[in-house]
């Protein structure tokens, strides 16, 4: 922390009329707030993006509160999958540390720092990765009214749904043979910036037998499950 006795004062002196926030963070903009929005926000908040532009401090800087609010509500970014069901190499959420960095930044001023420590401008012009390993992957299609019973052992690799109302909810699920439940992916409270394949951190092995299901409470929603033949 540092505060210097002057700003201190000042802002005792203007606390009616908060021109500007005293500064009272050593974390700036330059050095590891834009890192963190130019990995994780920049993709969509952008000149061109999804959303108004979050890559210079100028454009991020008004919108400081509402990104303290938005990643703290873990609104940003939109992911969707409910944390602790399935684990996804393609979450793009935000680290518990790199939320308490953004907080901090925030309440603490949201101070720029010297444009020296700017990492150059993120770009965009790269193909998101895909699954790794999905040669001779298959697409099956899943609808709540009937689960799939696997006649072989299957990897798992995405699952993607679709056809699903905003506001909707739906839970992916695999019952092995022995009765033992997995539970591959939960949306609650459907949003359609969600919409993408949730593709799993490592391939999701079901034997033989195995009963993939999908339950929602929307009849006309489906998942599309991208698996490949297990060996
Ligand atoms: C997949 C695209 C995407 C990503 C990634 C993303 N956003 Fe957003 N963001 C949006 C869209 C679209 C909106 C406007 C619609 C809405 O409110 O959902 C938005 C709105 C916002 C808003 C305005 C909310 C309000 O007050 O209405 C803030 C602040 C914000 N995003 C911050 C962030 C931050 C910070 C990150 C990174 C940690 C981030 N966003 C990542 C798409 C994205």
Redesign the pocket.
């Known amino acids: 922390m540092r505060i210097s006795p002057l700003c201190a004062l000042a802002a005792l002196a203007a606390t009616a009329a908060s021109a500007h926030d005293p500064i009272t963070t050593n974390l700036t903009w330059t050095q590891e707030i834009s890192r963190?929005?130019y990995k994780?926000?920049?993709?969509?908040?952008r000149e061109g993006?999804?959303?108004?532009s979050?890559v210079t401090y100028d454009e991020a800087r008004p919108?400081a509160k509402?990104?303290r609010?938005?990643?703290l509500a873990r609104?940003?970014?939109?992911w969707g999958a409910v944390e602790g069901v399935g684990e996804f190499r393609n979450d793009?959420s935000?680290s518990q540390p790199?939320i308490d960095l953004?907080v901090a930044w925030v309440e603490g001023g949201a101070p720029e720092g010297d444009p020296i420590y700017l990492p150059p401008p993120p770009r965009f012009d790269e193909p998101p990765p895909g699954p790794s390993s999905s040669a001779g992957a298959r697409n099956l299609t899943l609808e709540s009214t009937a689960p799939l019973t696997l006649d072989r052992p299957l990897d798992l690799l995405s699952v993607r749904p679709n056809r699903l109302s905003e506001g909707g909810s739906l839970e992916v699920m695999a019952v092995s043979p022995d009765g033992a439940v997995q539970r591959l992916l939960w949306l609650r409270n459907y949003?359609r910036?969600w919409q993408r394949a949730y593709e799993f951190r490592d391939p999701v092995r079901l034997p033989r037998g195995a009963r993939l299901s999908l339950w929602s409470a929307a009849p006309a929603a489906v998942v599309i499950a991208v698996a490949k033949p297990a060996r």
């Open positions: 963190v929005i994780h926000c920049a993709g969509c908040h993006g999804r959303s108004f979050l919108w509402a990104i609010d938005e990643v609104r940003m970014p939109p793009p935000l790199e953004l949003r910036e």
